[in-house]
């Protein structure tokens, strides 16, 4: 556990990366337009990353080929940037994205109506973002992962959308993805206990229908199994001994 607690040098460092991390989201939540492809968009983001001198946390993960992830309407997470792919009036698009600063990663996601969004589309992505601060609320010292968890599945599921299982918040930090696992459903008071200085990626994802995923021959993108809507926000944050910190929060979001 001890190596999962963050020094208050590194936890400087995430706070600088990660309102670089906010910045480059909301240039592509500016950047998200009719009629723009999800390549332009990633050039966009490399632009950026460029101009605020930091380094993307994913190209090169996993073997990922890009800078940001993103993903449209039943496309759950993972989506590879296409020249091909067109951003279409009425359309959910989901960023993830982090920066690597001084040695520390930093990850968030958005969601971003485009256009005329139907009335459905804007209920989900409100869901997720209550479930996102539900789940922060409980990032405290002294509680245990399962209260993040409980907490974002009891907005999910209230709501009366799919919890999808098999995609999880994490730890985060020294590496992109550190212990431990914070799925979004689980039982209050159990599971691995909270520090202050551990430093956690939170994220809500959520299907409109049914919580079942499949993945597409890219060998990257999960879309819903039933073709039905999914969103996904996150935060990066750090635990303390009073109030939870969100190290990606932008402009108050």
């Known amino acids: 556990m001890s190596s999962l607690i963050k020094t208050p040098a590194q936890i400087e460092a995430m706070r600088i990366g990660g309102k670089f991390l906010a910045e480059i989201l909301t240039t592509l939540e500016k950047s998200a337009t009719v009629g723009i492809s999800t390549w332009d968009l990633e050039m966009i983001c490399r632009a950026k990353f460029a101009e605020l001198k930091v380094k993307p946390s994913f190209l090169g993960m996993y073997g990922f080929p890009a800078y940001t992830c993103i993903y449209i309407n039943e496309e759950v997470v993972h989506g590879i940037p296409n020249k091909n792919k067109i951003v279409q009036d009425g359309d959910l698009v989901k960023f993830d994205c982090g920066v690597l600063y001084n040695g520390m990663h930093t990850d968030s996601a958005i969601t971003v109506p485009v256009g005329n969004v139907s009335k459905e ?80 990626a939170i994220e809500p994802i959520l299907a409109q229908g049914d919580y079942r995923i499949k993945e597409l021959a890219d060998g990257w993108t999960i879309v819903t199994a039933d073709g039905k809507l999914s969103t996904h926000v996150e935060h990066t944050i750090l635990i303390t001994d009073n109030e939870p910190e969100i190290l990606t929060l932008r402009n108050g979001q």
């Open 121 to 200: 589309a804007l209920v989900l992505k409100n869901s997720a973002e209550n479930a996102l601060m539900a789940g922060i609320e409980q990032a405290r010292a002294g509680n245990h992962v399962g209260d993040i968890s409980s907490a974002i599945q009891k907005i999910i599921e209230g709501d009366g959308y799919g919890v999808v299982r098999e995609c999880t918040g994490h730890g985060v930090g020294r590496k992109l993805h550190e212990d431990p696992n914070i799925p979004n459903y689980g039982t209050p008071h159990t599971g691995p206990l909270l520090r202050a200085g551990m430093t956690l």
